[in-house]
């Protein structure tokens, strides 16, 4: 079983910034798609943002979209997500998640997480962090 390795996460004011970082090492995560969740306490999961490594090409939530950015670095080993202009809402623990089955989706490898679901049970996860924005 892969295991991910969030970081970044803290405690800001509205209006601030922080950066996750996700790491998966001795995984090649090169033609995957990966994502970013977020669960708040009482809620379900929700995904944020998902990128499929190969390609580049990128999905956000409305509730994120213009305020986060999902990326990763150019040798494929670490996962990131930008968030500026945090507000109270974001509050939550947030998880880095890989889908092993992009491969085999062909021509749709964010088929599972460009929707920005929950995720899937098998998929690979990290162990959270959390964010907590302060009014």
């Known amino acids: 079983q892969v295991q991910l390795m969030e970081s970044g996460g803290g405690t800001v004011q509205a209006g601030g910034s922080l950066r996750l970082s996700c790491a998966a090492p001795?995984?090649?995560?090169?033609?995957?798609?990966m994502g970013w969740f977020r669960q708040a306490p009482g809620k379900m999961r929700e995904g944020v943002a998902a990128?499929?490594?190969?390609?580049?090409?990128?999905y956000y939530s409305d509730s994120v979209k213009g305020r986060f950015t999902i990326s990763q670095d150019t040798t494929w080993t670490t996962l990131y997500l930008q968030m500026d202009s945090l507000e109270p809402d974001d509050t939550a623990t947030y998880y880095c998640a890989a889908d092993p089955l992009s491969p085999r989706y062909g021509r749709d490898p964010c088929a599972a997480y460009r929707h920005l679901a929950s995720g899937k049970p098998d998929d690979y996860w990290g162990q959270g962090t959390q964010v907590t924005v302060s009014s």
């Open positions: 990128i499929y490594t190969a390609g580049g090409t990128t």
């Open positions: 001795g995984y090649d995560y090169s033609n995957h798609c």
